[in-house]
Structures are given as structure tokens and as C-alpha cells.
């Protein structure tokens, strides 16, 4: 990650060279008023090449407390390098500290209800004859005023919507034009607008509701209980925030796993363009494709700008599968517009493209398509153009051809390319608290993480913002499929009429940007909104969403399915979302059925393992639980020792506020409201000597551990569980976990910390979700006489069966290792896409064959088998590890090697070693890693670095660290 201050000494030297003989460098059509974001510009274009426009004067864009007289100091002038936040904006000029170090994001609320102004100085805009000059903001958090030399020219109302505004008057000739962006408070435009209503009279009030809580703050939760810095309380109204006025990301203002940060700031890069006569440009290009009886239609929505003594419009498209065209079109604009959308439709046989498939069930094969506006065909080809992905001469996209279908009611399933399959993902929530400083590498990195995961869906949750374009273009890539939430989210949103018009532009916008990626599956209206019956019955919610937004995705994208809500018990029959009156289907249940639809559970008491009480649903896309990320994660963020413990002010104010760790000054795991983690750690192992809330390090790094081997536990379970149930009554089809990613660094239910590294869940993911995967489970009520173990195997390869003619299953004691075959399993067929149990045994007859005198003394695991395809090693824990008597152990590692980069080595251990990782500071990640371990059994580790990281084997030697469930702190032999 490259920190934003970072930026500001190349960039004045590009200004540099871009500003010779006072200013008069050339004007291009299209530039750039700041940076773009890594070596491609996922907002600008795919080209990575667009050029700065000329600024005079040797300064960048300055950022000031814009006088609001609150009272509060105001720090000096600050220089930055937008896009980027203001928060860290003003830690790059060592006004603040690190957000995220020690209390720092509740030290700095204040941020959150002050004006905010970025200036620039000396901007030599773009010049066309007879034309005009847009300014164009692609995201602007959130209330904002635009001004050209102080003149107003318009404002930003939501995050999510870009902003074109016509600054031809308000810019002077040469490089005398200054452009400033003044942010108001958030914060306080909520709020006010609440007041306003609240005291409006009743037949002008309008119903607005927020389902979660907040403070004097502005933050949910209510800011840290330890901090002393929190505003007395006010009324903890859900509504005292007001943020379910303001267009912006929801988990700005805190979620129970996030910070509060509400200031914003220039998130996306900013754009000048000119257009005049005969220089046309291309505003937007949306391809959409659909499956025909023959092939697949393209259908394209060129929308064009241009000035009014233009005269027409000539259109070429290119494509690399074969399908180009010409056309002229009489320019016809609507009047008081710069602007017409023209379509042209291409036939696609289905012998002329390869079909695009979700990774795993084939290839992804993508198709481009250039699409150039000029004013006669002799305009300059496209060999002389630059592409962008808006508001240029010429655009390029690429397309995918796949037809994918939902299936909803009680059947509830997704299919692509004809071929029901079975879901298996995480949800996706923004990748930082500040979107500018997420690196394109980034994106890669989570998305390769997920991919390792055998994942063929994520889902994008709806309380976050929308992903850049880079981001769905790596998803097209990689094989994706995405479940896309509009951004709404646990609340009923105001319902005033230009309330319900800004939705729906934010709505058509976001849809024709991202609706020709092949990775776009289907559509979702919000998050959890109706998971409450009663939302379905209340006039306000049934107007926004089945009344504008669904209405509005349809226009926009009449080829993806959509549906309601996550979850949702979908529409009613015969008023579906391309029907002319979207209705819901009213559930006979408060809340979502879990015998329609999708439904969100999540276990937080008894055993988060155990699937008793787990619903039979056909879909379910989100369950979780939480922990903790490795040291590496947390220490850089520390502001003392003292901290890094697991009862200390710094550790409470970044638990999950929905399963808290609940330890009060006794250590005991019960002093708060919501305890969770810490009574479910205590259900799962025995704490050490003294508790987890130790001083010691070694304590806090095993408590550390402790809580990921729990979280990849129960998440394991559930997971199971679901996969199972597709072959049997409830006939589920998908399983996306809460959450691939985590926005800050603390605890959370991630598998991928803030900083990508990858958590205990994440490496359990990528054998649960392995397509051919064996699991072991037990019913009973953990007596031996009662239990009887089951082992189900799930085919999830595309168009390939498994058998096996014997596989070994083996019962091994903890405390001495020693194993026997009990059992040899004959697994019959098991067709693609299918799964079935293949056995079947009460535990009593298999103990009485190994080591086993109680329940409590040995577990059980299949032998991997060999052969194309495997059948990876599975391994079931009849009891939790509170029960057993595990031995101290020592791991052993030897046979180092470094090979293209990665460094290899091997390691053996003396005794059985459950949940074994492996952790360094060096930025990569461990292949396998949290894994049980047999004695006698020697496993090949690869150590992969990432992001930019250099591994050496005396550098991982020297860094590398081990815990496991045995002991406390190290299991590395000899440390």
C-alpha cells in the first residue's frame, strides 16, 4: 500500500515538466485535475495514460478547515494528492496522528462535523472551439460544494453518484482558473435534515427509520465505553445520526466489526473534458448481453455529447469476435441537452464466441468491444485515440458471453449456462475505510486470496460503496460470479421526492457502469431491510424499493435477475422486477422464510461448531463469527505494550460489536452486554494458567490464535452443514460466509485481514469449499453410548464424478498419537454436482477398536486418496478441545529452499498438533497452513510473498513463528 503523502513530491515533479514557459503546456481534451489511482486508473480508463492537465505556480491541491465557527482550532493548510480522504489527508501533514493507531479514530470524530475545503490552484484547462469544458468528479464524499473562480457550478449529493457539471463560463482564458471543493459536515446535514422533519407538521413529516442505534457521536456503535474523550451521551435515537439522510457508505458512521470516519473527501479522480463541434465525445458505453433462441444478442447504449451546431453523429464499433459496424445518426438532442443515447444491436451466433464460465467450471474467455464517436467517418481512427471508460472519443469495454438464471420460491438456485451449481463465497465490504488508498494490487490480492478458496461468488454487501471498475474487471478475469446489493441498507430511507429521484439516478448510473461485466450475476435492492416482515407492510419501504429502485434496475439492466432484498422471500407471482408493478411475496413467518429465498443466520451461542439449531434453507449469504487478526496485523497499531492484551481499553474498542469478548477486570467473559467470543473461546478450549487476559505476550499471541482456530471452527461447521443439506430436504444451493474482508485492523468476522493477510478461516476455507471435499460430522449429546459419526462427500467438479474403492477411516489418540483403520469406506459414484453420505457408524463400535476408552480420547480422519481427483484428508473432533488432554508439543522445520521467490520448507511435530499456523511479518502467505498435524506425517510448506513483499529463507527463518491449541505461545521446537 503506497500511503497518499507518499504521492506528492513525484507529482509535483510531473506538474513540472507538464507546466514549461509559464504554463502553456498543450491542451489535451480530456485530463486529469488529479491523480489516478496505481499504475492503471480503474476510474479513468483501462489505458493508465491519461494526461494531468497543466497547472501554473509549482502547487498542488491545498486542503483547509473551512471557517464554520465551531470553535475548534484550525490547523495550518494542508498540501495533498486527491483522490484521498481527509482523514488521511490530514495525518499526512502531521496534523493528526495514524487513524487507526491506538484510539486515534475516536480521538478524531471531530473531523467528522467540521467544513472541509480542497483547492487548486492555477488550472490550465482544455480548450475546443465553439465548445464546451466539463468538470468531472467521479466521486465526491458526499455533501460538496463545486466551485469554478468562486463561482458555484454545482453540487455533490451522494457518494455513489458521479458529477458532470458544464464549467465553460465559470473558467477564464489561460491558466488563471482556480477550483475549489468545499465539503460540508455530513454529520451535521443529517442531523438537521432529521430536526427539519421531526418538527415539520404531520401531514409533511415522512417516516424514517434506522435498525441500529448510535450517539452524540454520529457513530455506531455508540463510541467505546473506555474512551474519554466520548461526548456525553444524547438521545441514542437510531435516527440522531442522521445518516440515513446522507447518500454515503453506511459502515462510515461504525458497524459492530468497522471505525467511524465520516469526513470523506475527493475518493475518485476528477477529470476535465472539452467537446465542441466536430469533437464529439462518448459520455457513456453500456453493451448488454442476452441470450438468444441462436446465439446471444449485444445490445449498445452510446450516449453522446456534443454542441448544438453539431450536425451528426458517426458511430463505429469494433470487435474481436468478428461483429463491427458504421453508422451515421442525425443529431437530435432533447432540448436544453448536450446529449443523445443511440443503440445499435449485434447478433452474435453462438459458433462465432466461446461461452465465459465461473472459474471452476471453465474458461473465461472475454470479448472487446471500441466503440469511437466522431463527426464524418475521416475523424481520426482508433489507432490515434486514447480509450477511457467515459466521457472520451473512444470507449472500450469487454463483454462475456454466459446466460445465468435464478431460480427463486422454494427452489431457490443460480445457474449458469444452463447448469445449476452450488454458491460458494464470502461477502465483500469496502476494502478500506478510505477508498483512494486501495491499490489495484490490492484488489488483486483479495481476489487471488479468493480464488485460492475454490470461491465461484462474492457477494457485494449493501451498507459499503460501489467497487471501482478495476475491481470488476478483475473479477471478469478471474472467474467470479457477484451477488450486487444496491447501496441500502438495515433502515427506511426519507421518501421525499427528490429523495426518490437521487436514488434512482445513483441507481441508473451505477447499473450502465457495471452491467456489461460478465462476473455481474443478479441484482439485490438492499441489505436486510427485509429481514423485518413489518418493512414489507410499510408504504415508505415498498415505494423506494419496489416502487423507484427496482423499477430503475430494470430500465438500466434488462438482462441480469433481481432480487428484492438480501435476504428476501422474493416478489410475489406474476409481479416480478420486469413486471409493471413489482410486488413482495408476504411471508407467513416475521421476518425471511428460510423455506423461500435467502436468509442471513448466525450462531453466537452454544457451539457456533455444532449444526443443531442451523437453519434448512436453500440459499444462505451471510453467517459468521469473529476473531482477532495475527500480531503482525495489530502491533503496528498499538500505542503502548500494555495494549496488546485481551481485556485492554485498546482491544475492547475493536471488538465485533455483535460477539464481544465480554472480559471484565476479573478476566471473566461475562461482564458486557452481548459477551460472545469469550464465553464461545471457553466452551472451545481451556484457557491457560492465570486466563487469557495475561499480561504476557505469549498468552495474548495464543488468545490471538485461539480466537481464529474458534472462528475457522465454527464457520467450518456451518459450512458442512449447508453443503450437506443440498441432498437433503431443504436442498440448499449456496453458502457465502460474513466476511472475505476486513477495513480496519481489529477484530472482526473476516477471513482476510485488513492488511490481506490471511486468518485461520480463510486457510480452513480453502479445503471446506474444495470442490471435491469429504466431511465428517457427529450427532448425539456427547456421550459416547449416543454418538454415531457420519462422513458425507460433496462433488462440486464440473462434469467430472468420484468414486473410491477403499478409503481408509482411522480413529487416532490425542495424547499419544497412535492410529488404527476402523473402517475401510467403499464411496459409490457420486455424479458432478452432487453429493451424498457414504457413511454411516455408531462411534461406540469404531472406540472399541482404536485407543479409545471415553468419548473424550480420540477423534476422527479419513486417509486422503490418490489418483485424479483427490480426495483431500478429513478430520472430525467428536468433543471440544476443553475436553481433551492435549500434550505440549514441539514443531520441527527443516529442508529450506527458495525457488522463484517462494521459500519452501518442511516441518514434523512429536505430537498431534490441531490448528498448527504458521506466521511472519514478511507480507505473504503460508501454503498449507492451519492445519492438524499427525505424528509420524511431514508436510511441505510454501511460503508466498505478496504485495511487493521479498522473502529469504534466513528472513522467514528468523521471523517465523508458530502457535497451536497445545501451548502456550510457541509450538516450534527448541524456542
Keep these: 500500500m503506497v500511503p497518499l503523502w507518499g504521492w506528492t513530491a513525484a507529482l509535483l515533479t510531473q506538474r513540472s515538466a507538464l507546466v514549461a514557459n509559464g504554463g502553456t503546456a498543450a491542451s489535451p481534451s480530456r485530463c486529469l485535475l488529479t491523480r489516478a489511482d496505481g499504475d492503471i486508473d480503474p476510474w479513468g480508463g483501462a489505458t493508465g495514460i491519461e494526461p494531468r492537465c497543466a497547472v501554473s505556480g509549482g502547487r498542488g491541491w491545498m486542503l483547509t478547515q473551512f471557517p464554520n465557527g465551531s470553535g475548534v482550532e484550525t490547523p495550518p493548510p494542508c498540501e495533498t494528492s486527491p483522490p484521498s480522504s481527509i482523514n488521511t489527508d490530514l495525518a499526512a501533514c502531521s496534523v493528526v496522528g495514524s487513524p487507526f493507531k491506538g484510539l486515534r479514530d475516536a480521538l478524531d470524530v471531530w473531523i467528522g462535523w467540521q467544513q472541509w475545503k480542497y483547492e487548486l490552484v492555477g488550472v490550465c484547462p482544455p480548450s475546443v472551439s465553439d465548445g464546451r469544458v466539463l468538470l468531472v468528479a467521479e466521486s465526491l464524499d458526499t455533501v460538496a460544494t463545486i466551485l469554478v473562480n468562486g463561482v458555484s457550478v454545482g453540487q455533490s449529493q451522494s457518494t455513489h453518484l458521479r458529477a458532470a457539471l458544464d464549467v465553460t463560463k465559470a473558467l477564464h482564458t489561460g491558466c488563471d482558473n482556480t477550483i475549489a471543493i468545499i465539503f460540508n459536515s455530513s454529520l451535521d446535514v443529517g442531523r438537521e435534515r432529521q430536526r427539519q422533519n421531526d418538527a415539520a407538521p404531520n401531514a409533511s413529516r415522512i417516516f424514517v427509520r434506522a435498525f441500529t442505534d448510535s450517539d452524540a457521536d454520529g457513530c455506531h456503535p455508540p463510541l467505546y465505553p473506555n474512551d474519554p474523550t466520548r461526548k456525553s451521551s444524547a438521545s441514542n435515537s437510531p435516527n440522531d445520526d442522521g445518516r440515513i439522510w446522507i447518500r454515503k457508505a453506511t459502515s462510515d458512521y461504525g458497524w459492530n466489526w468497522g471505525p467511524c470516519f465520516t469526513a470523506g473527501g475527493i475518493l475518485r479522480p476528477i477529470h476535465l473534458v472539452a467537446y465542441g463541434p466536430q469533437s464529439p465525445v462518448l459520455r457513456d458505453v453500456v453493451p448488454l448481453v442476452s441470450p438468444t433462441e441462436f446465439g446471444f444478442r449485444c445490445d449498445i447504449q452510446a450516449t453522446v455529447l456534443a454542441s448544438p451546431r453539431t450536425t451528426k453523429v458517426h458511430l463505429t464499433v469494433s470487435t474481436t469476435w468478428g461483429g463491427n459496424v458504421s453508422r451515421n445518426f442525425p443529431w437530435l438532442p432533447t432540448p436544453g441537452q448536450q446529449s443523445q443515447t443511440f443503440n445499435i444491436s449485434l447478433d452474435v451466433p453462438v459458433n462465432a464466441i466461446k461461452l465465459w464460465w465461473p472459474h471452476g467450471m471453465g474458461n473465461q474467455t472475454l470479448y472487446g468491444i471500441t466503440v469511437s464517436a466522431s463527426t464524418n467517418v475521416a475523424s481520426p481512427t482508433a489507432a490515434h485515440m486514447t480509450s477511457a471508460s467515459s466521457f472520451s472519443p473512444q470507449i472500450s469495454k469487454q463483454v462475456g458471453f454466459r446466460k445465468i438464471e435464478l431460480v427463486g420460491g422454494a427452489d431457490f438456485h443460480l445457474s449458469v449456462n444452463g447448469i445449476p451449481f452450488f454458491a460458494m463465497g464470502a461477502n465483500v465490504i469496502p476494502i ?255 484457557p491457560p494458567p492465570g486466563g487469557w487476559t495475561s499480561p504476557q505476550q505469549a498468552v495474548f499471541e495464543s488468545w490471538i490464535h485461539a480466537t481464529q482456530a474458534l472462528q475457522a471452527a465454527c464457520i467450518q461447521g456451518q459450512a458442512e452443514y449447508y453443503r450437506r443439506g443440498r441432498d ?45 471435499h469429504a466431511s465428517i460430522w457427529f450427532s448425539g449429546n456427547e456421550t459416547l453410548a449416543s454418538t454415531s459419526v457420519y462422513v458425507h ?47 454411516m457408524a455408531p462411534l461406540a463400535a469404531l472406540w472399541a477398536k482404536g485407543p479409545c476408552p471415553a468419548l473424550e480420547d480420540c477423534f476422527v480422519t479419513s486417509a486422503p486418496t490418490t489418483g485424479t481427483p483427490s480426495l483431500d484428508r478429513a478430520f472430525g473432533f467428536p468433543v471440544q478441545f476443553r475436553n481433551v488432554s492435549l500434550a505440549r508439543v514441539g514443531v520441527t522445520v527443516s529442508n529450506w529452499t527458495l525457488v522463484g521467490g517462494d521459500v519452501h520448507f518442511s516441518a514434523t511435530t512429536n505430537g498431534v498438533t490441531p490448528y498448527l499456523a504458521f506466521y511472519t511479518d514478511i507480507m505473504g502467505y503460508f501454503e498449507p497452513n492451519s492445519i492438524t498435524l499427525l505424528p509420524g506425517v511431514t508436510v511441505f510448506v510454501t511460503f508466498k510473498p505478496t504485495l511487493g513483499a521479498v522473502a529469504s529463507v534466513q528472513g522467514l527463518q528468523s521471523s517465523l513463528r508458530a502457535n497451536c491449541l497445545n501451548n502456550v505461545g510457541t509450538c516450534l521446537a527448541g524456542r
Design 793 to 839: 462427500v460433496a462433488n462440486d467438479l464440473f462434469n467430472q464424478s468420484f468414486y473410491a474403492n477403499a478409503v481408509d477411516l482411522q480413529v487416532v489418540n490425542f495424547r499419544t498419537g497412535q492410529s488404527v483403520t476402523v473402517a475401510i469406506m467403499s464411496i459409490p459414484t457420486i455424479p458432478s454436482m452432487s453429493g451424498a453420505e457414504v457413511f
Design 432 to 686: 478500506s475505510s478510505f477508498p483512494a488508498e486501495v491499490s489495484n494490487e490490492q484488489i488483486d490480492e483479495l481476489l487471488n486470496a479468493a480464488k485460492a478458496q475454490h470461491m465461484n461468488i462474492l457477494r457485494i454487501w449493501g451498507g459499503g460503496d460501489y467497487m471501482p471498475d478495476y475491481f470488476y474487471d478483475a473479477a471478469d478475469k478471474l472467474g467470479f460470479l457477484l451477488w450486487h446489493d444496491l447501496m441500502f441498507n438495515n433502515a427506511v430511507y426519507p421518501t421525499h421526492p427528490s429523495d426518490l429521484q437521487l436514488y434512482a439516478e445513483e441507481t441508473t448510473y451505477q447499473a450502465s457502469r457495471i452491467a456489461h461485466h460478465a462476473s455481474l450475476a443478479l441484482w439485490s435492492g438492499n441489505n436486510e431491510i427485509e429481514d423485518n416482515v413489518k418493512m414489507l407492510q410499510s408504504s415508505e419501504y415498498l415505494r423506494i424499493n419496489y416502487g423507484t429502485l427496482i423499477p430503475a434496475l430494470a430500465r438500466a439492466d434488462p438482462t441480469r435477475p433481481i432480487w428484492p432484498s438480501s435476504p428476501s422471500n422474493g416478489f410475489k407471482e406474476g409481479h416480478g422486477p420486469h413486471d409493471p408493478y413489482p410486488e413482495p411475496l408476504l411471508p407467513n413467518v416475521s421476518g425471511s422464510d428460510p423455506t423461500l429465498g435467502d436468509v442471513h443466520h448466525y450462531k453466537y451461542d452454544g457451539g457456533g461448531w455444532d449444526p443443531d439449531g442451523l437453519p434448512q434453507t436453500h440459499f444462505i449469504d451471510e453467517f459468521g463469527f469473529p476473531s482477532y487478526p495475527s500480531l503482525e496485523t495489530l502491533s503496528p497499531y498499538a500505542d503502548s505494550p500494555s495494549a496488546l492484551r485481551a481485556n485492554s481499553t485498546w482491544i475492547t474498542h475493536r471488538e465485533d460489536w455483535n460477539c464481544r469478548n465480554g472480559y471484565g477486570p476479573d478476566g471473566l467473559a461475562n461482564n458486557t452486554t452481548r459477551p460472545c467470543l469469550g464465553p464461545m473461546l471457553e466452551r472451545f478450549m481451556n
Design 728 to 772: 437433503g430436504p431443504a436442498r440448499t444451493m449456496g453458502a457465502i460466509y460474513w466476511q472475505l474482508n476486513s477495513l480496519a485492523p481489529w477484530g472482526s468476522k473476516s477471513s482476510l485481514s485488513h492488511d490481506l493477510r490471511r486468518k485461520a478461516l480463510h486457510y480452513a476455507a480453502t479445503a471446506f469449499f474444495r470442490p471435491l
